[in-house]
């Protein structure tokens, strides 16, 4: 079940900014348990991006960012570049259904 | 170097069981300090997880299916197994195995940093 949610897709032209949101609700996001986002190519499993909110792993290029505020969290992609066109998800905690919870999915296209 | 490979028929039954190993190397599951989850993406949609298991511990489940998945353990073939009963349409997804290092339910946690690369599931009759 999808209970954090995330535009269906995004697009910009090489070099340009994008950010994709991720709202979630008080028994998740908003409650304060980290979110972590993946980036996911067409037939491959997901590739963490982002970790605890905003932390890059070693490898993930620094024009991707996170941020938090609340509820929601934000994944902002700056210089935008053809490798970066793939699926994002989010993913948290939900204390309320005590479950690992993931965002709908954002396909980011560049134009 | 960790990898995670999944196998498992890629056609069943609906109202039978959907039977799936993730095979584990570069690890002893029997005594590593990691979590192994399931996870499952239906066609076109976003992940869910299923379960996750820990050696020796409580094995955790995802409250909407926990009625109808067993995770369990094969350590001659360090391998995890996922079994979800009573299969429907519904569970046609490409299920992929990953590890994790917290319990579920701490607020501050390490992602799921090593997947397998995922096998597809069809339940058609």
């Known amino acids: 079940q999808s209970v954090l949610t995330q535009p269906p897709s995004v697009s910009g032209a090489p070099g340009q900014r994008v950010t994709i949101s991720c709202t979630g609700s008080?028994?998740?996001?908003?409650?304060?348990?980290?979110v972590h986002w993946y980036q996911q190519l067409p037939g491959t499993a997901p590739k963490v991006f982002i970790y605890?909110?905003?932390n890059r792993p070693s490898g993930v290029p620094d024009r991707f960012s996170g941020s938090k505020s609340g509820a929601s969290v934000s994944l902002a992609i700056t210089g935008l570049q053809a490798e970066d066109e793939a699926d994002y998800f989010c993913q948290s905690y939900d204390r309320t259904l005590s479950a690992y919870v993931f965002g709908t999915g954002t396909k980011v296209t560049v134009l | 170097q960790l990898q995670l490979q999944e196998s498992g028929p890629g056609l069943v039954k609906p109202s039978e069981t959907l039977s799936l190993n993730c095979t584990v190397s570069?690890?002893?599951?029997?005594?590593?300090?990691?979590?192994w989850g399931w996870f499952r993406q239906p066609p076109g949609k976003g992940l869910e997880w299923i379960g996750s298991f820990y050696y020796s511990e409580t094995t955790y489940y995802s409250p909407s299916l926990r009625s109808r998945v067993t995770i369990s353990v094969d350590t001659s073939k360090n391998h995890i197994s996922l079994k979800l009963s009573s299969a429907a349409a519904a569970d046609t997804a490409v299920y992929y195995c990953a590890r994790h290092l917290e319990k579920p339910g701490n607020f501050h946690y390490y992602p799921m940093d090593v997947w397998g690369q995922g096998t597809t599931v069809i339940v058609s009759s």
């Open positions: 605890g909110d905003n």
């Open positions: 570069g690890d002893s599951i029997s005594s590593s300090s990691y979590y």
């Open positions: 008080s028994s998740n996001i908003g409650a304060g348990y980290d």
